[in-house]
């Protein structure tokens, strides 16, 4: 619940306050938001199973949001950052789906 | 949140913090549970499954009251009560940070179009498409304000030979009688109480004006213009069929030392007229105004040959 209230604030905080974000971030921030989406949606996968583990959530949101914008950054530095941002948004949009499928499955058995 | 329930509550939790393996295991088992009995009471809700955990807080009975436990009531469990764990905090802190870059991440995309979110390579692209864009704007700039000066010199020299013409067709108007004139000249009064003066010495004395540089010339109020006629008539004489009576002033521009002494030659045109037992004043001055005008004829058939 108090998971569920911080993505509310945030959100909210967000719209409201209209942080800047350094301009050197920009590009990775849309790349880092999917990767973080891909953590929740494990996270919430592995409640449902029973497993969840505040330690691995954290390790896996951050290392999938570092590791995401440091392929891009890599990417960018290799000329081919458009097509690997691309890669990287089709993988983990299918972890996504798995996972969105796992979940649908527990809460509506279907 | 009730007071009384938080050990167990962290019972639990550790339970799960500690036996991942053994929490993998036993959801196996959960899936085997459903698929044979997909009807299994989700009725003892979360409760009494959390105090059980929490009271034997060992993996036997995890094992035992586990199969009960679906998806469903742990994401119940999982959202009320609230539950201020350090787990929860910890991923409240992380969705607080995702949501935060939701919301950025939304709101730039949608403030200014794909420029802040744009790779180093968009963006030169689109200063290049900028750069040559501007490159044709100024190219179109500078003809158009070469244009714009073109026209405007032209218009000038429109004005220039406008003015130039209405001067000129001012000048006409003087010679032609359509236009008033003033300046400096003579008026020349004949008084004849006698009758004496006819169209012939009228005539004369025009003539002898013009010859002297006259260059506007009235009779009492008919403009005396290259086209003019004078008729005899009874008690007078008719210029351009206007019948003039006596006395006959004639204002004339001109210059007046030479047209003075025109009219006073011996055997001028005063000695005539008073030969005719009328009296001939000239008098000087630097202003008369010839203002009697003649209407403007257009041509019927001559047209500018120009």
Same mark, same amino acid.
């Given at each position: 619940?108090?998971?569920?209230?911080?993505?509310?604030?945030?959100?909210?905080?967000?719209?409201?306050?209209?942080?800047?974000?350094?301009?050197?971030?920009?590009?990775?921030?849309?790349?880092?938001?999917?990767?973080?989406?891909?953590?929740?949606?494990?996270?919430?996968?592995?409640?449902?199973?029973?497993?969840?583990?505040?330690?691995?959530?954290?390790?896996?949101?951050?290392?999938?949001?570092?590791?995401?914008?440091?392929?891009?950054?890599? &990417?960018?530095?290799?000329?081919? &950052?458009?097509?690997?941002?691309?890669?990287?948004?089709?993988?983990?949009?299918?972890?996504?789906?798995?996972?969105?499928?796992?979940?649908?499955?527990?809460?509506?058995?279907? | 949140?009730?007071?009384?329930?938080?050990?167990?509550?962290?019972?639990?939790?550790?339970?799960?913090?500690?036996?991942?393996?053994?929490?993998?295991?036993?959801?196996?088992?959960?899936?085997?549970?459903?698929?044979?009995?997909?009807?299994?009471?989700?009725?003892?809700?979360?409760?009494?499954?959390?105090?059980?955990?929490?009271?034997?807080?060992?993996?036997?009975?995890?094992?035992?009251?586990?199969?009960?436990?679906?998806?469903?009531?742990?994401?119940?469990?999982?959202?009320?009560?609230?539950?201020?764990?350090?787990? /929860?905090?910890?991923?409240?802190?992380?969705?607080?940070?995702?949501?935060?870059?939701?919301?950025? =991440?939304?709101?730039?995309?949608?403030?200014?179009?794909?420029?802040?979110?744009?790779?180093?390579?968009?963006?030169?692209?689109?200063?290049?498409?900028?750069?040559?864009?501007?490159?044709?704007?100024?190219?179109?700039?500078?003809?158009?304000?070469? /244009?714009?000066?073109?026209?405007?010199?032209?218009?000038? =020299?429109?004005?220039?030979?406008?003015? /130039?013409?209405? =001067?000129?067709?001012?000048?006409?108007?003087?010679?032609?009688?359509?236009?008033?004139?003033?300046?400096?000249?003579?008026?020349?009064?004949?008084?004849?109480?006698?009758?004496?003066?006819?169209?012939?010495?009228?005539?004369?004395?025009? /003539?002898?004006?013009?010859?002297?540089?006259?260059?506007?010339?009235?009779?009492?109020?008919?403009?005396?213009?290259?086209?003019?006629?004078?008729?005899?008539?009874?008690?007078?004489?008719?210029?351009?069929?206007?019948?003039?009576?006596?006395?006959?002033?004639?204002?004339?521009?001109?210059?007046?030392?030479?047209?003075?002494?025109?009219?006073?030659?011996?055997?001028?045109?005063?000695?005539?007229?008073?030969?005719?037992?009328?009296?001939?004043?000239?008098?000087?001055?630097?202003?008369?105004?010839?203002?009697?005008?003649?209407?403007?004829?257009?041509?019927?058939?001559?047209?500018?040959? =120009?």
């Amino acid at each position: 619940m108090i998971a569920v209230l911080g993505l509310v604030v945030g959100v909210v905080v967000g719209l409201v306050v209209r942080p800047v974000v350094p301009s050197g971030f920009e590009p990775y921030l849309p790349i880092a938001v999917v990767a973080a989406l891909d953590a929740v949606f494990g996270g919430l996968r592995a409640m449902l199973d029973g497993i969840f583990d505040d330690k691995v959530f954290v390790v896996s949101f951050l290392s999938n949001v570092v590791v995401a914008a440091l392929i891009v950054f890599l &990417g960018d530095k290799l000329g081919v &950052g458009a097509q690997l941002s691309t890669g990287v948004v089709v993988v983990l949009g299918i972890r996504i789906f798995s996972n969105a499928a796992a979940i649908r499955r527990h809460v509506f058995r279907a | 949140m009730s007071s009384g329930r938080e050990p167990g509550m962290t019972e639990e939790h550790h339970h799960h913090r500690h036996e991942p393996k053994h929490e993998r295991h036993e959801h196996r088992h959960d899936h085997k549970h459903d698929g044979r009995a997909p009807q299994e009471p989700a009725g003892p809700a979360a409760e009494p499954e959390d105090e059980a955990a929490g009271a034997s807080a060992g993996p036997a009975a995890a094992q035992d009251k586990a199969p009960a436990v679906t998806g469903r009531q742990r994401l119940k469990a999982g959202l009320w009560p609230p539950r201020l764990t350090r787990a /929860q905090l910890i991923v409240a802190l992380l969705l607080f940070v995702l949501g935060l870059g939701l919301a950025i =991440q939304v709101r730039t995309t949608s403030d200014n179009g794909t420029l802040r979110g744009a790779r180093q390579e968009d963006l030169v692209r689109i200063l290049t498409e900028l750069d040559n864009r501007s490159q044709r704007l100024q190219d179109e700039k500078r003809g158009l304000e070469s /244009q714009r000066s073109e026209l405007e010199t032209s218009s000038d =020299q429109a004005a220039e030979a406008l003015k /130039q013409t209405r =001067q000129k067709a001012r000048e006409l108007g003087v010679l032609a009688g359509t236009e008033a004139a003033q300046g400096p000249g003579i008026t020349l009064t004949i008084t004849d109480p006698h009758g004496g003066v006819e169209s012939d010495s009228l005539l004369d004395t025009v /003539q002898e004006l013009r010859a002297a540089g006259a260059e506007a010339i009235q009779i009492n109020n008919v403009r005396v213009v290259a086209g003019t006629y004078f008729t005899d008539s009874g008690s007078g004489v008719r210029i351009d069929g206007h019948q003039v009576a006596q006395p006959y002033v004639v204002k004339v521009i001109g210059n007046p030392p030479d047209l003075e002494p025109a009219l006073n030659i011996p055997g001028g045109v005063v000695q005539t007229l008073e030969k005719e037992q009328a009296t001939a004043d000239v008098v000087r001055s630097q202003k008369i105004t010839v203002d009697a005008l003649r209407p403007q004829k257009q041509p019927d058939y001559a047209r500018s040959s =120009q």
